[in-house]
């Protein structure tokens, strides 16, 4: 097995997919990590905001977090419904599209693609905050460790959503098991205390106050606080991951993810408040996570802490893992719909969708980069797309509902239906209102101005793929009127074995055949022309005689410019006049290496040479390679 297939694994077959899907045991893992991370995150968005308020921020912290969780609860409740009426796939781009129209479909898409992006970058860059939080020594290499990090998950979830969510089982419900325990002894202790539990290490010790509350700040703090709340729509994105019965596995998947982030978030929140623990600012030296200050407080600086923290380090880092379950599923159905581009919507070697996969990877690294892995610069980019599906999603499905009550049975089931997912429309979209206000001027006005540009691309998209039906749709009969052979025209860069074979094949097609030598590529003066003419009567003229055909013309064009393509269509102009209406077959003698290295060796012109025919030549051009094998390859290889 070669490298590659060592890294990523046997090519899979059509019929395993459904040995591929996943239950709630890896579903957790694969559809999870976005919502479970971001308890690490949300949290200390709020309480960064806070910072100005010193330590009276400390007692807006529970309410805020109270209101995220609410509205958490909420969208379990709407998303509970999404799955049952789309088991499919229900997220917001398919809701959109069967409810709300065009538009609304393209702007949901639009707005995941970003979120989804937008989620590895801060999951990533928040796992390396936790790192460096624990070893300081790290913060010179934030950048380096966060775009190692991409380049895992990017290379796992290409092995498949089964795999990943295998792989990354483990440190999942490490992660969960070990903050739970923490924050049920913090919890214990705070109770035995009275309110006012002694720490195991002080935190660092909150700043003075420089503000006063406002409801600006306040709006600004749970604007902040919702990052919290990505990923929660995962599950209904990814319907077509689940084992049957998909609905059952997609619902139990939804509710372990909401229950847990439910409860990471209001314990944060209450042990923040009880242990005086406030955001440091990540760009310093001596930064530590909320988290890590909050496991240092409760259990100390032992063994059972560095395990927390790990575990929270690849939760947060391997959070990028929901985006690449997710997005490359999105990307399909866009791609299927004809807004994006086809290979989009192709199938690679382990059963998933890998040009999304790539391509989730390479547009993260480059925002990585911009930013610097820092974490606070991307806060304010986040949350916008995802409450923006949010509430085109509730409201998709409130349409729906209405729909239902009106052409089925009066059920009140559909009215509790309707009211549930109304009031999650309401929220999400009240919630998606503040969190632009508070937000707009640190930066989501970048992503206020990206969803709108990516709509454009996507009809953009579209209107090439209608351009191009338009001119291939055309009814009628097959056309026959032209059947003459083609006049065929061999090129060549030198007269050897590979000239000889592909001559011989070229009688095979027509009669008029024609040899062109192109000479000067190296840009030297030599006497191949001589050495050729030479050669041509005895070694290509007189057997063609005596096999009773007519013998081919040879033509001998130079490069002046060192490019093949240059004289070769204008000889291919001065054919069109000669044998006007006839198709001009071009035979392209090419090398076929054994082994990938050999590549380099080799100048590759025949396969530029093509490129540009096929950019340049015209309708009445067909172009067939020839291949010369240095090793006869063998069919059963390719498995």
């Not at 300081?136 to 895992?152: D, E, F, R």
């Not at 604007?223 to 991951?241: K, Y």
């Not at 690679?348 to 390479?362: D, N, P, Q, T």
């Amino acid at each position: 097995m070669s490298i590659f297939g060592w890294i990523l694994g046997r090519r899979l077959a059509n019929q395993e997919q459904s040995q591929r899907k996943i239950g709630v045991f890896e579903g957790v893992p694969a559809m999870g990590l976005d919502g479970l991370g971001s308890s690490a995150y949300g949290p200390e968005a709020a309480l960064t905001v806070l910072i100005p308020l010193g330590a009276a921020g400390l007692g807006y912290i529970g309410p805020i977090m109270g209101a995220i969780v609410g509205l958490l609860a909420v969208l379990y409740l709407s998303y509970r419904q999404t799955i049952a009426a789309y088991p499919s796939n229900g997220g917001a781009y398919i809701v959109s599209r069967e409810n709300l129209g065009r538009n609304a479909s393209l702007l949901a898409a639009s707005a995941l693609m970003v979120d989804y992006v937008l989620n590895v970058a801060v999951g990533i860059s928040a796992g390396v905050g936790a790192l460096v939080s624990a070893l300081p020594s790290l913060h010179a290499y934030t950048l380096w460790l966060c775009l190692g990090i991409l380049l895992l998950v990017t290379v796992v979830n290409l092995r498949g959503t089964l795999d990943a969510g295998r792989l990354f089982a483990l440190p999942t419900y490490l992660f969960v098991a070990s903050f739970l325990a923490i924050l049920a002894i913090g919890v214990w202790k705070a109770s035995l205390s009275g309110g006012q539990p002694s720490p195991a290490i002080p935190p660092p010790p909150l700043p003075q106050p420089t503000a006063s509350v406002s409801l600006l700040l306040l709006m600004h703090a749970f604007a902040s606080g919702c990052t919290a709340m990505t990923g929660v729509e995962a599950v209904s994105n990814g319907m077509t991951a689940f084992k049957d019965p998909p609905v059952r596995h997609g619902r139990r998947t939804l509710a372990a993810i909401c229950l847990i982030l439910g409860l990471l978030l209001g314990g944060i929140a209450f042990l923040s408040a009880r242990y005086r623990i406030g955001a440091m600012d990540q760009e310093k030296d001596g930064y530590q996570s909320v988290l890590s200050q909050l496991a240092h407080t409760v259990v100390g600086d032992g063994i059972f802490y560095y395990v927390a923290i790990g575990s929270l380090l690849c939760v947060l880092a391997l959070s990028a893992n929901t985006s690449f379950v997710d997005f490359p599923r999105l990307c399909r159905m866009v791609a299927e719909d004809g807004y994006l581009p086809k290979p989009f919507a192709m199938v690679g070697r382990r059963l998933v969708f890998s040009v999304g996969i790539l391509y989730l990877g390479f547009t993260t690294g480059l925002l990585v980069v911009v930013f610097g892995g820092i974490t606070d610069r991307l806060i304010p980019l986040f949350a916008i797309g995802a409450f923006l599906t949010f509430t085109l999603s509730q409201t998709g499905m409130v349409l729906h509902w209405v729909r239902a009550l009106r052409t089925g049975p009066k059920r009140a089931g559909n009215r509790m239906h309707l009211a549930i997912n109304a009031l999650g429309g309401a929220i999400t979209g009240l919630a998606l209102v503040v969190i632009v206000i508070a937000k707009f001027r640190e930066g989501a006005w970048i992503t206020v101005i990206i969803i709108p540009l990516v709509i454009v691309l996507l009809r953009l998209v579209r209107r090439y793929y209608d351009h191009l039906e338009a001119g291939l749709r055309e009814p009628g009969k097959l056309n026959l009127g032209n059947t003459q052979p083609p006049v065929v025209l061999v090129v060549t860069q030198q007269w050897n074995r590979m000239a000889d074979k592909a001559l011989s094949f070229a009688f095979q097609l027509s009669k008029d055949v024609i040899a062109v030598h192109v000479a000067r590529l190296s840009g030297e003066e030599s006497d191949e022309e001589r050495a050729i003419r030479g050669r041509w009567s005895k070694d290509v003229e007189a057997p063609a005689r005596a096999a009773g055909l007519r013998p081919p013309r040879l033509v001998l064009l130079n490069a002046d410019y060192r490019l093949m393509y240059e004289p070769l269509l204008k000889e291919i102009r001065v054919l069109r006049d000669e044998f006007g209406g006839r198709t001009i077959a071009v035979l392209l003698p090419e090398v076929v290496p054994p082994n990938w290295w050999q590549y380099i060796l080799h100048t590759h012109r025949a396969r530029r040479l093509h490129a540009k025919l096929l950019e340049l030549g015209g309708s009445d051009i067909v172009i067939i390679s020839v291949p010369w094998y240095i090793e006869e390859p063998r069919i059963e290889a390719t498995h």
